[in-house]
């Protein structure tokens, strides 16, 4: 949330300025209070906030005949992945007026796994471009992450279920040798898909710095300079694999990658 308001309070400001007119600028998120947080920039903002952004099933074709309006004079809209393409497979036309999206996400597949670009091309001529660039959120996902993976691990390696099962059921001192029977983190070598981004690079050095963990990161290209906490970078996925006793991938989701972890490898 910071960082998305770092980066909106930086870039929208250059935006509207850079255009000749006063240019729409719509929240239409989940997120509730990010326009009042945006508040200082001075501009213009029209904030849709609804209860049913909050649905997993967000449906665009239920959208209020208000927020319909709305949406077809945005320019500059701040939303959800999925929220974009479920408006765009609906309707490639609602928003027609749209010049940039800002992602409230890091990931941005949704809009590629849908129909949304399909549908957007069909309705154009043939290979006509996307009238607006979406950009994402990133730098701000690798802590929180970071401390899930390594929660994860050592939840696993502790039996922290086992425990937990224990203390319910008030068996003290049952099951001691698994218990007892734990690898240190420091022997055990975390492997990392896309480990050098900006969110496997925080993960690798939780795991290094703070765990001692032998960290190898699987990149796509081959690299010379290893990020701090990753001891070997390998574009070698079978070498990646053959090491790990964890396997973390943050890799994104695109045809290139989607797949790669099949029987085969
Ligand atoms: C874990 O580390 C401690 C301290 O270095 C060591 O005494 C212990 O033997 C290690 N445990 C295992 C299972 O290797």
Redesign the pocket.
């Known amino acids: 949330m910071k960082y998305l308001l770092l980066t909106l309070s930086i870039l929208l400001p250059i935006t509207v300025k850079a255009l000749y007119h006063q240019p729409k600028v719509v929240i239409f998120s989940s997120i509730q209070n990010l326009h009042s947080t945006l508040a200082d920039l001075d501009i213009d903002i029209q904030d849709l906030y609804d209860n049913e952004l909050e649905s997993i099933d967000f449906d665009a074709s239920c959208l209020k005949p208000s927020t319909f309006e709305v949406l077809k004079e945005a320019e500059i809209l701040i939303t959800e992945p999925k929220i974009l393409a479920n408006i765009l497979e609906h309707d490639p036309d609602i928003l027609q007026k749209l010049r940039w999206c800002q992602s409230t996400f890091a990931g941005v597949d949704a809009i590629f796994k849908s129909n949304a670009l399909k549908a957007w091309k069909d309705s154009k001529q043939r290979d006509a471009p996307f009238p607006f660039i979406v950009t994402r959120i990133s730098g701000c996902f690798g802590q929180p992450i970071a401390e899930w993976v390594i929660g994860r691990i050592i939840s696993f390696e502790r039996n922290f279920k086992l425990m937990d099962n224990n203390q319910v059921k008030r068996k003290w001192g049952e099951n001691l040798g698994v218990l007892k ?4 983190l ?2 055990l070598t975390l492997v990392i898909l896309g480990g050098c981004g900006d969110i496997g690079s925080c993960i690798a050095k939780v795991a290094k710095l703070g765990f001692a963990m032998k960290v190898i990161a699987y990149t796509k290209h081959s690299r010379i300079d290893a990020p701090t906490g990753v001891d070997e970078c390998t574009t070698d996925l079978s070498h990646a694999l053959k090491s790990a006793d964890y396997l973390v991938s943050v890799l994104p989701s695109t045809p290139e990658t989607r797949g790669l972890l099949s029987r085969s490898v």
């Open positions: 029977s734990y690898r240190n420091s022997d």
